[in-house]
């Protein structure tokens, strides 16, 4: 089995590569660490740099897991590049990371999570980052 997750260097985005290293060990699954921008940019922080990649590969090894990782430039959809790399790689599920936004938010500017809940062949885990008071 493989896991992908969506990554970008964030909060949300370590929370995901957590939550992907705990399942892909209880699985006996590998990793597949997808990193995508959405290329609306010149310079966009959600593409990892290859120091970025390379602790986020280490955290994942540390769960004993097989990581492979692939970068993609989504032209504005990054939700159409995760759910073709999970029909590409077949993949059993698919860890996103949350990032907290107000109803009037989700609702004006959509969401990448959502889509890929509503439209993926194969189970989601959603995680939150934890927040400051979080224990």
């Given at each position: 089995m493989k896991?992908?997750?969506g990554y970008v260097p964030t909060a949300e985005g370590e929370a995901a590569l957590d939550a992907a290293g705990r399942?892909?060990?209880l699985r006996g699954a590998s990793v597949l660490l997808l990193n995508t921008s959405r290329g609306d940019a010149y310079i966009d922080a959600r593409?990892?740099?290859?120091?970025?990649?390379e602790t986020?590969?280490?955290?994942?090894?540390?769960?004993?897991v097989e990581v492979t990782i692939q970068q993609a430039v989504?032209?504005?959809d990054v939700a159409g590049e995760l759910?073709?790399?999970?029909?590409?790689?077949?993949?059993?599920?698919?860890?996103?990371?949350?990032?907290?936004?107000?109803?009037?938010?989700?609702?004006?500017?959509?969401?990448?999570?959502?889509?890929?809940?509503?439209?993926?062949?194969?189970?989601?885990?959603a995680v939150k980052a934890p927040t400051p008071h979080d224990d």
């Open positions: 896991i992908l997750v399942e892909a060990s593409y990892a740099n290859e120091a970025e990649l986020a590969s280490a955290k994942l090894r540390e769960h004993g989504s032209n504005g759910l073709k790399a999970a029909a590409a790689e077949d993949v059993g599920l698919i860890v996103l990371g949350l990032r907290r936004r107000s109803p009037v938010g989700k609702l004006i500017l959509g969401s990448t999570a959502q889509r890929v809940l509503l439209e993926s062949p194969v189970p989601v885990l």
